[in-house]
Structure formats: structure tokens, C-alpha cells
Nanobody, 125 residues
Framework: QVQLVESGGGLVQAGDSLRLSCAAS????????MGWFRQAPGKEREFVAG????????FYADSVKGRFTISRDNAKNTVYLQMNSLAPEDTAVYYC??????????????????WGQGTQVTVSS
């Protein structure tokens, strides 16, 4: 079982940037795709960004494309989410997750088997 710990959330103003980190342990990190999801109050959890096990392939929700960048450092067992041009609608708890299947990709929450505890991102207008 993999353990995930997110960090880097906080309160920022619209237009600011934040970088989230997710440290993983307990599994061969480099064999699994990773994803970032978010959940705003009263809303369903939604996909934000995903990255393949190698880091070569990345994909994003339309709402964050061009503003957010996902990356990973397999030597450090860490995945990142760089968030630029933040807007109030980006306010949510952000979660990282590990894909259930080695080397597979996906953007549905059901594709992912282990989740972190989440980190709050709040963007004021």
C-alpha cells in the first residue's frame, strides 16, 4: 500500500501561483501514473491533471490547461502541481492519487487506488 502526503496549499490572491507537492512511499513509485484531483465545497471530486509513470505524458482538465503544470521526480518519489494565474474558482481541497495499475493512464477517480489526505487551496478575489 502506498502512502501519499500532500503539501503546499494555502491562501493566495487571484493571479498568484502555488506549487503543490505529493510525496509517496511504500510502492515502486516510478511504475505508476499519478494524478491530481480537487473537490470544492458542495461539488464532486474532479480530475485536474495526470502524468504517466515516466513523466513523458501529461494531460489536464480543460479548466486548468495552460495554467497548471504537473511534473514528477521519480528519484524523490514526488509529484508536483504548479498552479499559475489562480482564480477563485480554483478554491478546493487538492488530492494526489496513484493509479491502480502499473503503467496505465486514466483520469477517472475510479482509476486511482490510493489517495492523500488533501491540501486546501483558497484563492481570494
Amino acid at each position: 500500500q502506498v502512502q501519499l502526503v500532500e503539501s503546499g496549499g494555502g491562501l493566495v490572491q487571484a493571479g498568484d501561483s502555488l506549487r503543490l507537492s505529493c510525496a509517496a512511499s511504500g510502492r515502486t513509485f516510478s511504475s505508476y501514473a499519478m494524478g491530481w484531483f480537487r473537490q470544492a465545497p458542495g461539488k464532486e471530486r474532479e480530475f485536474v491533471a495526470g502524468i504517466s509513470s515516466s513523466g513523458i505524458t501529461t494531460f489536464y482538465a480543460d479548466s486548468v490547461k495552460g495554467r497548471f503544470t504537473i511534473s514528477r521526480d521519480n528519484a524523490k518519489n514526488t509529484v508536483y502541481l504548479q498552479m499559475n494565474s489562480l482564480a477563485p474558482e480554483d478554491t478546493a481541497v487538492y488530492y494526489c492519487a496513484v493509479h491502480r495499475i502499473r503503467y496505465a493512464l486514466g483520469s477517472s477517480s475510479t482509476d486511482f487506488g490510493s489517495w492523500g489526505q488533501g491540501t486546501q487551496v483558497t484563492v481570494s478575489s
